[in-house]
């Protein structure tokens, strides 16, 4: 009994030691962070990141119900992001210390926080996301460091700064070198200022006006849906960016031209979403993608990347040696009828084919044992309903490409082909101009011995492509050379 009056007697005085008025309270953010809260001031501490939180209030944050209690935060050293929606609405919320080596500020980071008169951001900031800042209604200090490499939609909108017409000139708003809001009475080409690093997610969005892009060797990023909707948009060159975000350039219709530049090491899916026109020209010095044709590839050309030119070519021959067609890498292509995939292929990513409604037949140059072999991921259904062609590689050791004078000859014996029992082969040799639209096709009926033919050529052709058509129905590479020979003149 003298024991539990003991251990009540100590609870008793120590909470008698707790001044009156002052709450206290703390847990766990992160893997390896801890927060305490105490007379207003909410205290991060730790290493690593911050657990993101549910966007809507706030609602799985652990410091929820005292929201309105917080006046200042406190992030100590070592803690490296801020967690989407962790702040969100802490409407008394009046001042912030950011540590040093924090990289990321999370979306609706401090979305609401209507008091907060200022933030400076410390230099090791890399990205702020989508409204970060939006409806801090008496924000007018804000600082940017130049180092911050991509910034969202909104992350300032209906803040003080924002606001004041004397931090825009010319209808655009910048914040520090970081392009917030492009100037929407622009018309025809848009030359975004030098020294410009970010251009924010929707900072075109919508602009009717504008018809071309160019920007400057310093731009590191292309924000999210920057250029959404841009409808009279034709060709746009993204100068030194290194980042282009999702659907950057999504429906734009009439697009035909995007330069990437040698620094471009991320596109994110859906860049160009709904641009059906587009020819996409990567410079040869870029380590991370290439281009043929218009369409892009990772480097090496392994891995079919980004194909937006239905509108143009609506049947495609991927090249052969590409292993993997990636994810939403012909997605919403809904003019494409027809698509002729390499043996080499192994894998097809993630909503490649989505919505490719006009897809009706596919030509696979492999055997239908081969075929299963492909990793097909979910959402290609499109893919799976065509009709399927299917050849076997045969190889055609007596095979010859001749090119020179601007012709090219093609000359085969096809022997093999009728050991296979397969009559009235026909081969054709197809040149295509760099949009990848068909110049000339030459053509000649098996007649059971050998096939020769002549095409000839001009000077704005790019490549040759040679396959046999057999009368099976099946589609069968010259497979002792590349699906594409580029023309040297």
């Not at 859906?270 to 990567?282: S, Y």
């Not at 292929?345 to 897809?359: D, M, P, Q, R, Y």
């Not at 053509?443 to 704005?460: Q, V």
Request: hydrophobic share 40%.
């Amino acid at each position: 009994m003298k024991k539990h009056i003991s251990f009540i007697l100590s609870i008793l005085i120590i909470l008698s030691l707790v001044p009156a008025g002052v709450s206290a309270s703390g847990g766990q953010c992160g893997d390896n962070l801890t927060w305490s809260l105490s007379d207003g001031v909410l205290i991060i501490s730790g290493t690593g990141d911050m657990r993101d939180f549910e966007l809507t209030y706030g609602y799985d944050c652990p410091w929820r119900d005292s929201k309105k209690e917080i006046s200042r935060i406190i992030i100590d050293k070592g803690v490296t992001s801020v967690g989407d929606g962790a702040f969100e609405d802490c409407v008394n919320l009046e001042n912030v210390n950011l540590p040093s080596g924090l990289v990321s500020i999370g979306d609706s980071a401090f979305c609401g926080c209507a008091a907060l008169p200022v933030i400076d951001m410390p230099d090791s900031v890399e990205s702020i996301g989508e409204s970060a800042f939006e409806a801090c209604e008496n924000l007018a200090d804000i600082s940017i460091p130049d180092g911050v490499k991509s910034i969202g939609a909104f992350a300032f909108e209906g803040t003080a700064y924002c606001a004041d017409p004397k931090n825009q000139t010319g209808g655009e708003l910048y914040i520090g070198n970081h392009l917030i809001k492009a100037d929407p009475e622009r018309v025809g080409k848009y030359e975004v200022s030098d020294g410009t690093k970010c251009i924010a997610g929707m900072a075109f969005f919508g602009n009717s006006n504008i018809t071309s892009v160019q920007m400057p060797d310093s731009a590191v990023s292309v924000g999210k849906q920057a250029f959404y909707g841009c409808g009279a948009l034709e060709s746009a060159d993204v100068g030194g960016a290194e980042l282009i975000g999702e659907q950057a350039f999504g429906n734009c219709a009439v697009l035909t031209s995007v330069k990437i530049g040698r620094n471009v090491n991320n596109i994110d899916s859906g860049a160009f979403f709904e641009c059906g026109r587009l020819n996409i020209d990567v410079a040869p010095e870029n380590r991370v993608y290439s281009s043929e044709d218009g369409v892009l590839f990772d480097k090496d050309m392994t891995e079919l990347m980004v194909y937006a030119k239905d509108e143009i070519r609506p049947e495609y021959i991927i090249p052969a040696g590409v292993r993997a067609i990636g994810a939403y890498a012909f997605e919403n292509r809904d003019n494409l009828t027809g698509v002729i995939i390499p043996a080499s292929v192994t894998s097809i990513g993630f909503s490649a084919f989505k919505e490719c409604v006009g897809l009706k037949d596919v030509y696979y140059l492999g055997s239908p044992e081969k075929w299963n072999d492909v990793a097909v991921a979910e959402n290609n259904d499109y893919l799976q309903a065509a009709d399927f062609h299917f050849g076997s590689n045969i190889a055609m050791s007596e095979s010859n490409i001749l090119i020179e004078d601007n012709k090219i000859s093609v000359s085969t014996s096809l022997d093999n082909l009728s050991l296979a029992g397969i009559e009235n082969a026909e081969v054709f040799a197809a040149l295509y101009d760099i949009n990848g639209a068909v110049l000339d096709c030459y053509s000649a009926f098996y007649d059971g011995t050998d096939i020769k033919g002549e095409l000839k050529y001009g000077d704005n052709s790019d490549h040759i492509n040679v396959f046999v058509w057999a009368g099976d129905g099946s589609l069968r590479p010259l497979t002792d050379m590349p699906e594409y020979i580029a023309l040297r003149n």
